[in-house]
């Protein structure tokens, strides 16, 4: 996630954090996979045109338009869980896109996923605008059979700026010119991310 970036702040934060996260990752392989599962759920869910969104895992909470999603992969001692909303785009069916937020099992760190539909041009990234201010874009770091997931370890700055924004907006491009806006309510982000166990 070095290229990964939110924000120009960010940038030497975003790879000191990303070097913690990996080695929290590295300590903790049952939380990438339980954590990898429910993402390619939630792709494969929202790939489907016209289908209700599910994700993997039982819900534990709803929190206005958030999730708190909890599962046990097999051979873990304990549930890993993640605050999860999935939209779809207003203008086509079958773009959809889902968005994961997590704490690391050494609450070390806290992460944000992203599954964008396939067909994304990935080397424009990932974009961000909260309450219509552009916050930067993050890299894709990897393409499931469903769609390509994007990651960025949030710091302080990022995660207020999530839990106090009226509104957010997630672009995905197609084109290095055309950009899909997916618009997303953060209702319940600040309530759901601070019960994520």
Do not use: Y
Not at 7 to 35: F, Q, V, W, Y
């Amino acid at each position: 996630m070095g290229s990964t970036r939110m924000g120009p702040s960010m940038d030497h934060t975003a790879r000191k954090s990303h070097r913690d996260a990996n080695d929290s990752r590295r300590g903790s392989r049952r939380l990438r996979g339980s954590i990898a599962a429910l993402a390619l759920a939630a792709a494969a869910a929202i790939s489907l045109p016209g289908a209700a969104v599910r994700a993997q895992g039982a819900v534990r909470s709803v929190h206005g338009d958030w999730q708190i999603r909890c599962d046990t992969p097999p051979g873990a001692q304990s549930e890993q869980c993640a605050l999860i909303q999935s939209v779809v785009a207003e203008d086509r069916s079958n773009a959809g896109l889902t968005v994961i937020m997590l704490k690391t099992a050494d609450q070390k760190s806290r992460l944000m996923r992203v599954v964008a539909p396939l067909g994304v041009l990935l080397p424009s990234g990932l974009g961000l605008k909260l309450d219509n201010q552009d916050v930067g874009r993050a890299g894709f770091v990897r393409c499931l059979p469903n769609g390509c997931v994007a990651e960025v370890v949030m710091d302080d700055k990022l995660l207020n700026q999530l839990k106090t924004a009226k509104t957010a907006t997630f672009i995905i491009f197609e084109t290095p010119e055309e950009g899909i806006g997916f618009p997303l309510s953060l209702n319940g982000l600040a309530d759901g991310f601070d019960k994520l166990p």
